[in-house]
């Protein structure tokens, strides 16, 4: 079951000589036409529709932006014209972002927040919905394999003990060798089962740079980085008491519930596993905390048309969070049984959140 380790990289892996890398030549950038001109002549090509049409007169750079974009430097490293910040709001994913946003609000006819809120779970649905079914299958996966290596580890174990016994290994050399094979055993049962940890960092992957471009896209529309006529409809656009979406909340309602959502969403998705928690799970747990209290400032100074779209993608993905607890929703995404698998799970999960928080309570 194990083998003897003599030295690391003893076989790993050796390329071919046949085998030549071929590497792709730069493409040079024209720092003035591949930005700006581009878009000048998208716009002048084709009659401007719906609400975040492009202006014809060219874009509109606030102060602050030309600050930044004269201190830093551009894509390619060098000192230029633009930063990265005015360079990554200018790039094509921002742009299918505004093109997707216009089109959604164009086929229904919302209002600007009703558009935002709409592609947010649209947007979250469709492409982030499956990942989480997935992640949950691998994550159901992973659970079902820790009797089996926790089994192969007590046996491991052992015979690292007698063979250091014969010849004459120190404990030091003893843990090395258990440590390489055992390492060895989980990739190989990670192999067997398709349920590599790492896959699970997929919609994490997905996830992120979509909500990154989306963001931009709308602080194009608030700052008038498309045109007065954008802003001015997003300034009208709004509801309830954020009825100005170029400016920040000034009430702080939707901070404060964006970041009480997201604490929610963590807790939950951490109390769903039962597996023994590791020191980096750990870590990356309390990172997810704080980056949702750091959240609630920064919704407070950007536009409320961003603000607006996190709270929306919050809401959404914690009612993912909850459907994928559900028994049905798991047979039908073929997610497979676990030991920790409950038939009431919204009930478990108010019972044990209620435990651990009055636990802590007791011990302040």
């Known amino acids: 079951m194990w083998r003897e380790v003599s030295r690391p990289g003893a076989a790993g892996f050796r390329p071919s000589a046949g085998h030549a890398v071929r590497r792709r030549p730069p493409r040079a950038l024209s720092r003035q036409g591949a930005g700006r001109g581009g878009a000048c002549a998208a716009a002048e090509g084709a009659e401007p529709v719906g609400m975040w049409r492009l202006a014809r007169a060219g874009v509109r750079t606030p102060p602050a932006l030309a600050a930044l974009a004269a201190a830093g430097a551009g894509p390619g490293g060098h000192g ?4 990265w910040y005015e360079w990554a709001a ?3 994913p921002v742009h299918w972002a505004e093109g997707g946003l216009a089109a959604l609000q164009e086929a229904t006819g919302l209002p600007c927040w009703a558009a935002i809120a709409g592609g947010a779970a649209l947007l979250r649905t469709a492409v982030t919905l499956p990942l989480a079914a997935q992640q949950g299958r691998l994550l159901a996966k992973l659970e079902n ?4 290596i926790k089994e192969l580890a007590q046996r491991l174990r052992y ?10 290994w ?3 050399v003893a843990r090395s060798h258990f440590a390489r094979n055992m390492r060895r055993i989980v990739t190989e049962l990670y192999i067997r089962d398709n349920c590599h940890p790492f896959k699970a960092t997929l919609l994490l992957w997905v996830q992120v740079p979509m909500w990154v ?14 045109g007065s006529e954008v802003q001015e409809q997003f300034s009208s656009g709004g509801a309830l008491w954020f009825t100005d979406l170029t400016t920040p909340d000034s009430t702080w309602i939707l901070p404060v519930f964006l970041g009480l959502v997201n604490l929610l969403v963590v807790e939950i998705f951490a109390s769903q596993t039962k597996m023994p ?8 747990t309390n990172f997810f905390r704080a980056v949702s209290v750091v959240m609630i400032p920064i919704a407070a100074t950007v536009p409320s048309s961003m603000a607006l779209y996190w709270l929306s993608s919050s809401l959404v993905g914690l009612s993912h969070n909850l459907l994928l607890r559900s028994p049905a929703f798991r047979r039908l995404c073929r997610i497979p049984r676990t030991p920790s698998h409950s038939d009431t799970p919204y009930r478990d999960m108010l019972a044990a959140l209620a435990t651990k928080y009055s636990f802590r309570k007791q011990h302040l």
């Open 159 to 168: 015979e690292v003990s007698v063979r250091g016994k014969q010849l004459g």
């Open 213 to 226: 471009c989306v963001s931009l896209a709308l602080r194009n529309c608030s700052i008038g980085a498309l």
């Open 90 to 92: 200018r790039s094509p």
């Open 277 to 284: 928690i590791s020191r980096i799970q750990r870590l990356v």
């Open 80 to 83: 230029g014209t633009e930063g």
């Open 170 to 172: 120190s404990e030091k």
């Open 145 to 148: 394999l820790q009797p089996e």
